[in-house]
Protein backbone atom coordinates (compact mmCIF):
# COMPACT_ATOMS: atom_id res chain seq x y z
CA UNK A 1 0.00 0.00 0.00
CA UNK A 2 2.56 2.48 1.21
CA UNK A 3 4.36 2.04 -2.01
CA UNK A 4 1.68 2.53 -4.02
CA UNK A 5 0.99 5.78 -2.57
CA UNK A 6 4.54 6.49 -3.42
CA UNK A 7 5.02 5.50 -7.12
CA UNK A 8 1.07 6.95 -7.15
CA UNK A 9 2.64 10.68 -5.59
CA UNK A 10 5.72 10.20 -8.05
CA UNK A 11 3.69 9.90 -10.79
CA UNK A 12 1.56 13.04 -10.10
CA UNK A 13 4.67 15.24 -9.35
CA UNK A 14 6.31 13.83 -12.62
CA UNK A 15 2.98 15.16 -14.61
CA UNK A 16 3.46 18.46 -12.75
CA UNK A 17 7.07 18.84 -13.96
CA UNK A 18 5.66 18.22 -17.42
CA UNK A 19 2.71 20.61 -17.57
CA UNK A 20 2.81 23.82 -19.57
CA UNK A 21 0.83 26.04 -16.92
CA UNK A 22 -1.02 28.41 -19.36
CA UNK A 23 -3.77 28.33 -17.15
CA UNK A 24 -2.24 30.58 -15.26
CA UNK A 25 -1.89 32.77 -17.49
CA UNK A 26 -5.35 32.83 -18.49
CA UNK A 27 -5.97 33.52 -14.85
CA UNK A 28 -3.64 36.65 -15.12
CA UNK A 29 -5.54 37.60 -18.11
CA UNK A 30 -8.73 37.07 -15.89
CA UNK A 31 -7.43 39.45 -13.62
CA UNK A 32 -6.41 41.74 -15.98
CA UNK A 33 -9.93 42.20 -17.86
CA UNK A 34 -11.82 42.85 -14.24
CA UNK A 35 -9.27 45.10 -13.27
CA UNK A 36 -9.31 46.98 -16.53
CA UNK A 37 -13.58 46.68 -16.02
CA UNK A 38 -13.76 47.80 -12.22
CA UNK A 39 -11.32 50.50 -12.88
CA UNK A 40 -13.72 51.82 -15.91
CA UNK A 41 -16.45 51.53 -13.25
CA UNK A 42 -15.26 54.01 -10.57
CA UNK A 43 -13.55 56.39 -12.92
CA UNK A 44 -16.79 58.37 -13.26
CA UNK A 45 -16.94 58.09 -9.46
CA UNK A 46 -13.68 59.73 -9.11
CA UNK A 47 -14.24 62.59 -11.90
CA UNK A 48 -18.09 62.84 -9.76
CA UNK A 49 -16.86 66.43 -8.06
CA UNK A 50 -15.51 67.65 -11.33
CA UNK A 51 -18.39 66.84 -13.35
CA UNK A 52 -20.93 68.18 -10.78
CA UNK A 53 -18.71 71.14 -11.80
CA UNK A 54 -19.09 71.45 -15.03
CA UNK A 55 -22.42 70.41 -15.71
CA UNK A 56 -24.16 71.86 -12.97
CA UNK A 57 -25.18 68.10 -12.01
CA UNK A 58 -26.49 67.14 -8.23
CA UNK A 59 -26.15 64.14 -6.23
CA UNK A 60 -29.07 62.56 -7.52
CA UNK A 61 -28.49 63.33 -11.54
CA UNK A 62 -25.14 61.57 -10.34
CA UNK A 63 -26.87 58.81 -8.78
CA UNK A 64 -29.10 58.32 -12.01
CA UNK A 65 -25.94 58.12 -13.97
CA UNK A 66 -24.78 55.87 -11.63
CA UNK A 67 -27.88 53.97 -11.85
CA UNK A 68 -28.21 53.50 -15.63
CA UNK A 69 -24.60 51.88 -15.96
CA UNK A 70 -26.01 49.23 -13.65
CA UNK A 71 -29.65 49.04 -15.50
CA UNK A 72 -27.67 48.07 -18.19
CA UNK A 73 -25.38 45.66 -16.23
CA UNK A 74 -28.20 43.89 -14.96
CA UNK A 75 -30.24 43.51 -17.65
CA UNK A 76 -27.32 41.74 -19.37
CA UNK A 77 -26.16 39.06 -16.76
CA UNK A 78 -28.92 36.30 -17.63
CA UNK A 79 -28.43 36.89 -21.45
CA UNK A 80 -24.74 37.35 -20.93
CA UNK A 81 -24.60 33.72 -19.61
CA UNK A 82 -26.23 32.22 -21.68
CA UNK A 83 -24.52 33.71 -24.73
CA UNK A 84 -21.34 32.18 -23.18
CA UNK A 85 -22.93 28.72 -23.01
CA UNK A 86 -23.96 29.18 -27.06
CA UNK A 87 -21.12 31.07 -28.31
CA UNK A 88 -18.73 30.26 -26.21
CA UNK A 89 -16.23 32.39 -23.47
CA UNK A 90 -14.24 33.11 -26.06
CA UNK A 91 -16.14 35.10 -28.84
CA UNK A 92 -18.65 36.54 -26.29
CA UNK A 93 -15.98 37.74 -23.86
CA UNK A 94 -13.93 39.81 -27.05
CA UNK A 95 -16.81 40.98 -28.21
CA UNK A 96 -18.34 42.24 -24.85
CA UNK A 97 -14.85 43.50 -24.46
CA UNK A 98 -14.98 45.49 -27.36
CA UNK A 99 -18.67 46.86 -26.82
CA UNK A 100 -17.33 47.93 -23.27
CA UNK A 101 -14.54 50.12 -24.10
CA UNK A 102 -16.35 51.46 -27.57
CA UNK A 103 -18.79 53.31 -24.90
CA UNK A 104 -16.68 53.89 -22.03
CA UNK A 105 -14.43 55.88 -24.66
CA UNK A 106 -17.72 57.88 -25.68
CA UNK A 107 -18.28 58.89 -22.25
CA UNK A 108 -15.70 61.56 -23.07
CA UNK A 109 -18.13 62.55 -25.46
CA UNK A 110 -21.17 63.63 -23.35
CA UNK A 111 -22.80 66.58 -23.24
CA UNK A 112 -25.67 66.69 -20.96
CA UNK A 113 -28.18 64.25 -18.61
CA UNK A 114 -29.56 62.52 -21.59
CA UNK A 115 -25.89 61.53 -23.46
CA UNK A 116 -24.45 60.62 -20.71
CA UNK A 117 -27.36 58.25 -19.40
CA UNK A 118 -27.31 56.76 -22.29
CA UNK A 119 -23.70 56.27 -22.84
CA UNK A 120 -23.70 54.25 -19.60
CA UNK A 121 -26.35 52.27 -19.95
CA UNK A 122 -24.84 50.88 -23.21
CA UNK A 123 -21.56 50.50 -21.62
CA UNK A 124 -23.31 48.79 -18.95
CA UNK A 125 -25.16 46.46 -21.44
CA UNK A 126 -21.81 45.59 -22.80
CA UNK A 127 -20.11 44.54 -19.82
CA UNK A 128 -23.00 41.99 -18.74
CA UNK A 129 -21.63 39.26 -20.41
CA UNK A 130 -18.10 39.71 -19.33
CA UNK A 131 -18.12 38.45 -15.99
CA UNK A 132 -20.41 35.26 -17.24
CA UNK A 133 -17.65 34.66 -19.93
CA UNK A 134 -14.97 34.98 -17.31
CA UNK A 135 -16.55 32.53 -14.65
CA UNK A 136 -17.13 29.80 -17.75
CA UNK A 137 -14.00 30.34 -18.39
CA UNK A 138 -13.03 29.43 -14.31
CA UNK A 139 -14.96 26.36 -14.85
CA UNK A 140 -13.40 25.05 -18.36
CA UNK A 141 -9.63 25.72 -17.39
CA UNK A 142 -8.74 24.73 -13.93
CA UNK A 143 -8.50 21.56 -11.86
CA UNK A 144 -12.04 20.86 -9.53
CA UNK A 145 -9.27 21.55 -6.79
CA UNK A 146 -7.94 24.99 -7.93
CA UNK A 147 -11.96 26.96 -8.61
CA UNK A 148 -11.06 29.10 -5.59
CA UNK A 149 -7.42 30.61 -7.00
CA UNK A 150 -9.16 30.61 -10.32
CA UNK A 151 -12.04 32.90 -8.66
CA UNK A 152 -9.93 34.84 -7.05
CA UNK A 153 -8.39 36.18 -10.06
CA UNK A 154 -11.48 37.49 -11.06
CA UNK A 155 -12.59 38.92 -7.61
CA UNK A 156 -8.91 40.10 -7.17
CA UNK A 157 -8.81 42.43 -10.70
CA UNK A 158 -12.39 43.86 -9.67
CA UNK A 159 -11.11 44.93 -6.11
CA UNK A 160 -7.47 46.38 -7.26
CA UNK A 161 -9.33 48.18 -10.06
CA UNK A 162 -10.62 50.87 -7.24
CA UNK A 163 -7.45 50.51 -5.29
CA UNK A 164 -5.44 51.99 -8.68
CA UNK A 165 -8.56 53.59 -10.36
CA UNK A 166 -8.97 56.82 -8.33
CA UNK A 167 -5.30 57.92 -8.29
CA UNK A 168 -4.85 56.74 -12.04
CA UNK A 169 -7.82 58.90 -12.84
CA UNK A 170 -7.19 61.90 -10.85
CA UNK A 171 -3.29 61.57 -12.54
CA UNK A 172 -4.77 61.95 -16.18
CA UNK A 173 -7.61 64.30 -14.92
CA UNK A 174 -4.96 66.67 -13.97
CA UNK A 175 -2.53 66.22 -16.87
CA UNK A 176 -5.81 65.80 -19.44
CA UNK A 177 -8.63 66.79 -18.34
CA UNK A 178 -11.66 64.20 -17.34
CA UNK A 179 -12.43 63.46 -20.96
CA UNK A 180 -9.14 61.98 -21.92
CA UNK A 181 -9.53 59.57 -19.14
CA UNK A 182 -12.29 57.86 -20.55
CA UNK A 183 -10.99 57.83 -24.17
CA UNK A 184 -7.38 55.97 -22.74
CA UNK A 185 -9.42 53.47 -21.20
CA UNK A 186 -11.29 52.81 -23.83
CA UNK A 187 -8.41 52.16 -26.12
CA UNK A 188 -6.92 49.62 -23.09
CA UNK A 189 -9.76 47.73 -23.45
CA UNK A 190 -10.12 47.29 -27.41
CA UNK A 191 -6.47 45.42 -26.56
CA UNK A 192 -7.87 43.28 -24.10
CA UNK A 193 -10.70 42.14 -26.37
CA UNK A 194 -7.74 41.33 -28.90
CA UNK A 195 -5.66 39.64 -26.58
CA UNK A 196 -8.41 37.45 -24.69
CA UNK A 197 -9.90 36.49 -28.73
CA UNK A 198 -6.65 35.52 -29.23
CA UNK A 199 -5.52 33.26 -26.06
CA UNK A 200 -8.92 32.27 -24.58
CA UNK A 201 -10.30 29.00 -26.22
CA UNK A 202 -13.42 27.52 -24.91
CA UNK A 203 -11.45 24.27 -24.62
CA UNK A 204 -8.06 24.29 -22.64
CA UNK A 205 -7.57 21.23 -25.13
CA UNK A 206 -7.53 23.35 -28.65
CA UNK A 207 -5.09 25.99 -27.12
CA UNK A 208 -1.82 25.34 -28.99
CA UNK A 209 -0.28 26.41 -25.50
CA UNK A 210 -1.77 23.42 -23.90
CA UNK A 211 -0.18 20.52 -23.66
CA UNK A 212 -1.57 16.64 -23.32
CA UNK A 213 -0.50 16.79 -19.47
CA UNK A 214 -2.20 19.90 -18.45
CA UNK A 215 -5.33 19.22 -20.98
CA UNK A 216 -5.45 15.66 -18.54
CA UNK A 217 -5.15 17.47 -15.38
CA UNK A 218 -7.57 20.16 -15.93
CA UNK A 219 -10.38 17.64 -16.77
CA UNK A 220 -9.37 15.42 -13.79
CA UNK A 221 -12.26 14.03 -12.39
CA UNK A 222 -14.77 15.50 -14.95
CA UNK A 223 -16.39 13.51 -17.20
CA UNK A 224 -16.34 14.14 -20.41
CA UNK A 225 -18.03 17.01 -22.26
CA UNK A 226 -21.44 16.80 -24.36
CA UNK A 227 -22.65 19.28 -26.81
CA UNK A 228 -24.00 21.98 -25.67
CA UNK A 229 -27.57 22.64 -23.79
CA UNK A 230 -29.17 24.98 -22.46
CA UNK A 231 -29.92 25.37 -18.71
CA UNK A 232 -32.84 24.11 -16.72
CA UNK A 233 -34.18 27.02 -15.74
CA UNK A 234 -37.28 25.67 -14.68
CA UNK A 235 -35.77 23.32 -12.07
CA UNK A 236 -33.69 26.29 -11.12
CA UNK A 237 -36.34 28.47 -10.29
CA UNK A 238 -37.92 26.06 -7.97
CA UNK A 239 -34.81 25.56 -5.97
CA UNK A 240 -34.35 28.04 -2.84
CA UNK A 241 -30.74 27.58 -3.50
CA UNK A 242 -30.81 29.46 -6.87
CA UNK A 243 -33.13 32.03 -4.87
CA UNK A 244 -30.92 32.15 -2.01
CA UNK A 245 -27.42 32.68 -3.72
CA UNK A 246 -29.10 35.26 -5.73
CA UNK A 247 -30.65 37.29 -3.09
CA UNK A 248 -27.80 36.96 -0.65
CA UNK A 249 -25.54 38.24 -3.74
CA UNK A 250 -27.54 41.11 -3.94
CA UNK A 251 -26.86 42.36 -0.26
CA UNK A 252 -23.15 41.72 -0.62
CA UNK A 253 -22.90 43.86 -3.81
CA UNK A 254 -25.04 46.73 -2.79
CA UNK A 255 -22.66 47.40 -0.20
CA UNK A 256 -19.82 47.43 -2.68
CA UNK A 257 -21.24 49.73 -4.81
CA UNK A 258 -22.02 52.24 -1.92
CA UNK A 259 -18.69 52.40 -1.81
CA UNK A 260 -17.70 52.38 -5.23
CA UNK A 261 -19.96 54.95 -6.03
CA UNK A 262 -19.99 57.51 -3.20
CA UNK A 263 -16.21 56.65 -1.04
CA UNK A 264 -15.04 59.45 -2.95
CA UNK A 265 -17.71 62.72 -2.66
CA UNK A 266 -17.90 61.87 0.82
CA UNK A 267 -14.37 62.05 1.49
CA UNK A 268 -14.12 65.45 -0.48
CA UNK A 269 -17.31 66.57 0.93
CA UNK A 270 -17.54 65.54 4.85
CA UNK A 271 -13.34 65.40 5.77
CA UNK A 272 -12.85 68.31 3.09
CA UNK A 273 -9.94 65.86 1.35
CA UNK A 274 -8.65 67.36 -1.53
CA UNK A 275 -8.78 65.39 -5.19
CA UNK A 276 -4.87 64.29 -4.57
CA UNK A 277 -5.59 63.01 -0.96
CA UNK A 278 -8.77 61.66 -2.10
CA UNK A 279 -7.55 59.64 -4.41
CA UNK A 280 -4.92 57.84 -2.23
CA UNK A 281 -7.53 57.97 0.99
CA UNK A 282 -9.96 56.33 -1.10
CA UNK A 283 -7.75 53.51 -2.16
CA UNK A 284 -7.17 51.62 1.03
CA UNK A 285 -10.92 49.94 1.44
CA UNK A 286 -10.10 48.72 -1.75
CA UNK A 287 -6.56 47.12 -1.29
CA UNK A 288 -8.22 45.42 1.92
CA UNK A 289 -11.26 43.93 0.46
CA UNK A 290 -8.16 42.78 -2.65
CA UNK A 291 -5.88 41.39 0.16
CA UNK A 292 -8.97 39.41 2.08
CA UNK A 293 -10.11 37.82 -1.40
CA UNK A 294 -6.71 36.40 -1.85
CA UNK A 295 -6.30 35.20 1.49
CA UNK A 296 -10.10 33.64 1.11
CA UNK A 297 -9.40 31.80 -2.22
CA UNK A 298 -6.64 29.84 -1.06
CA UNK A 299 -8.56 28.84 2.29
CA UNK A 300 -11.44 28.37 -0.27
CA UNK A 301 -9.46 25.33 -2.30
CA UNK A 302 -8.08 24.31 1.18
CA UNK A 303 -11.50 23.31 2.34
CA UNK A 304 -12.74 21.87 -0.98
CA UNK A 305 -9.78 18.80 -1.08
CA UNK A 306 -12.31 17.80 1.69
CA UNK A 307 -14.82 14.43 0.13
CA UNK A 308 -17.14 16.14 3.21
CA UNK A 309 -19.90 18.29 1.65
CA UNK A 310 -21.34 18.92 4.59
CA UNK A 311 -18.08 20.58 6.45
CA UNK A 312 -17.49 22.51 3.38
CA UNK A 313 -20.91 23.55 3.54
CA UNK A 314 -20.44 24.52 7.02
CA UNK A 315 -16.76 26.01 6.96
CA UNK A 316 -17.74 28.12 3.27
CA UNK A 317 -21.31 29.41 4.81
CA UNK A 318 -19.87 30.54 8.09
CA UNK A 319 -17.37 32.02 6.64
CA UNK A 320 -19.80 34.31 4.43
CA UNK A 321 -21.81 34.77 7.26
CA UNK A 322 -18.92 36.06 9.78
CA UNK A 323 -17.84 38.70 6.76
CA UNK A 324 -21.31 40.20 5.73
CA UNK A 325 -21.73 40.68 9.80
CA UNK A 326 -18.22 41.95 10.40
CA UNK A 327 -18.53 44.33 7.28
CA UNK A 328 -22.08 45.95 8.61
CA UNK A 329 -20.66 46.35 11.85
CA UNK A 330 -17.30 48.35 10.22
CA UNK A 331 -19.15 50.63 8.02
CA UNK A 332 -21.64 51.30 11.24
CA UNK A 333 -18.79 52.22 13.82
CA UNK A 334 -17.50 54.62 10.40
CA UNK A 335 -20.66 55.66 10.41
CA UNK A 336 -21.41 56.76 13.75
CA UNK A 337 -18.42 56.81 16.21
CA UNK A 338 -15.19 57.66 14.18
CA UNK A 339 -13.51 60.89 14.09
CA UNK A 340 -11.29 61.99 11.41
CA UNK A 341 -10.48 60.92 7.70
CA UNK A 342 -7.65 58.13 9.12
CA UNK A 343 -10.35 57.15 11.80
CA UNK A 344 -12.88 57.02 9.36
CA UNK A 345 -10.98 54.79 6.59
CA UNK A 346 -9.70 52.54 9.00
CA UNK A 347 -13.47 51.47 9.85
CA UNK A 348 -14.07 51.43 6.39
CA UNK A 349 -11.47 49.59 5.59
CA UNK A 350 -12.13 46.84 8.07
CA UNK A 351 -15.69 46.61 6.82
CA UNK A 352 -14.77 46.68 3.03
CA UNK A 353 -12.16 44.15 3.54
CA UNK A 354 -14.79 41.60 5.29
CA UNK A 355 -16.96 41.37 2.74
CA UNK A 356 -14.07 39.50 0.68
CA UNK A 357 -14.77 36.64 2.69
CA UNK A 358 -18.34 36.97 1.42
CA UNK A 359 -17.45 37.67 -1.98
CA UNK A 360 -15.47 34.92 -2.87
CA UNK A 361 -17.34 32.47 -0.80
CA UNK A 362 -20.11 33.49 -3.64
CA UNK A 363 -17.96 33.03 -6.83
CA UNK A 364 -16.24 29.73 -5.86
CA UNK A 365 -20.19 28.66 -4.76
CA UNK A 366 -21.58 29.51 -7.83
CA UNK A 367 -19.35 27.33 -9.63
CA UNK A 368 -19.97 24.22 -7.13
CA UNK A 369 -23.92 24.96 -7.62
CA UNK A 370 -24.03 25.56 -11.57
CA UNK A 371 -21.41 22.82 -12.96
CA UNK A 372 -21.67 22.81 -16.83
CA UNK A 373 -24.06 25.34 -16.44
CA UNK A 374 -21.58 27.75 -14.76
CA UNK A 375 -22.40 30.70 -17.14
CA UNK A 376 -25.61 30.57 -16.63
CA UNK A 377 -26.10 30.72 -13.00
CA UNK A 378 -22.89 33.42 -12.48
CA UNK A 379 -25.11 35.15 -14.46
CA UNK A 380 -28.50 34.78 -12.46
CA UNK A 381 -26.05 35.80 -9.27
CA UNK A 382 -24.22 38.92 -11.14
CA UNK A 383 -28.08 39.75 -12.01
CA UNK A 384 -28.89 40.38 -8.58
CA UNK A 385 -25.43 41.65 -7.49
CA UNK A 386 -25.72 44.09 -9.77
CA UNK A 387 -29.77 44.96 -9.38
CA UNK A 388 -28.13 45.82 -5.68
CA UNK A 389 -25.79 48.31 -8.37
CA UNK A 390 -28.76 49.76 -9.57
CA UNK A 391 -30.33 50.72 -6.17
CA UNK A 392 -26.94 51.41 -4.18
CA UNK A 393 -26.26 55.15 -6.20
CA UNK A 394 -29.57 56.30 -6.47
CA UNK A 395 -30.50 54.81 -2.70
CA UNK A 396 -27.65 56.63 -1.31
CA UNK A 397 -28.24 59.51 -3.28
CA UNK A 398 -31.71 59.91 -1.48
CA UNK A 399 -30.71 58.99 2.04
CA UNK A 400 -27.87 61.51 1.58
CA UNK A 401 -29.63 64.22 0.07
CA UNK A 402 -32.67 63.98 3.12
CA UNK A 403 -30.79 62.68 5.85
CA UNK A 404 -27.32 63.29 6.00
CA UNK A 405 -23.96 60.44 4.80
CA UNK A 406 -23.83 58.95 8.68
CA UNK A 407 -27.51 57.46 8.15
CA UNK A 408 -27.27 56.45 4.27
CA UNK A 409 -24.27 54.38 5.76
CA UNK A 410 -26.00 52.96 9.02
CA UNK A 411 -29.19 51.76 7.03
CA UNK A 412 -26.46 50.30 4.30
CA UNK A 413 -24.87 48.05 7.31
CA UNK A 414 -28.61 46.98 7.96
CA UNK A 415 -29.04 45.26 5.15
CA UNK A 416 -26.07 42.90 5.72
CA UNK A 417 -28.70 41.00 7.76
CA UNK A 418 -30.36 39.93 4.73
CA UNK A 419 -27.47 38.25 3.45
CA UNK A 420 -26.82 36.29 7.05
CA UNK A 421 -30.15 34.92 6.29
CA UNK A 422 -30.16 34.04 2.93
CA UNK A 423 -26.54 31.95 3.18
CA UNK A 424 -28.33 29.67 5.53
CA UNK A 425 -30.28 28.46 2.81
CA UNK A 426 -26.91 28.68 0.00
CA UNK A 427 -25.95 25.18 0.80
CA UNK A 428 -22.30 25.68 -1.19
CA UNK A 429 -21.00 21.82 -1.16
CA UNK A 430 -24.65 20.72 -3.18
CA UNK A 431 -24.76 21.38 -6.57
CA UNK A 432 -28.34 21.96 -8.25
CA UNK A 433 -30.35 20.09 -9.60
CA UNK A 434 -29.63 19.25 -13.62
CA UNK A 435 -26.06 20.56 -13.07
CA UNK A 436 -24.23 17.49 -12.48
CA UNK A 437 -21.50 16.02 -14.86
Known amino acids: MLMEKTISAAVSQAKQRTMTNFRWKIAFLIFLIS ?3 YMDRVNLS ?6 MQEFGFTKMDMGFLQTCFFAGYALMQVPGGMLAEKFGLRKTGAGAIL ?23 AFGLGEGPVFPSLGQATFNWFNKDEKG ?16 GPMVTVALMAALGWNAVFIIFGLVGCVLAWVWHRYACDDPKDSPYVNAEEAAYINEGRAAASEKKTAPWSRFLRSPQFWAVGIQFFIVDYIMYVFLAWLPLYLTEVHGLSLKSMGIWASFPWIALMAMVFV ?3 ISDRMAHSKDSNRQYTMRTLTAIAGVAVTSLGLFVAANTASGAAETIFWMS ?9 MSASWST ?7 YTGSVSGWMNLWGNIGGVLAPIVTAFFVTNYGWNNAFTYTALFGV ?3 VAWIFVKPGKQLAGTED
Open 366 to 372: VISLGGK
Open 350 to 358: VSLGALGFS
Open 46 to 51: VATPVI
Open 99 to 121: WWSGFTALTAFAQGKLSFAAVRL
Open 418 to 420: VAI
Open 296 to 298: AGF
Open 149 to 164: KASSAILLGTFFGPVV
Open 35 to 37: FVA
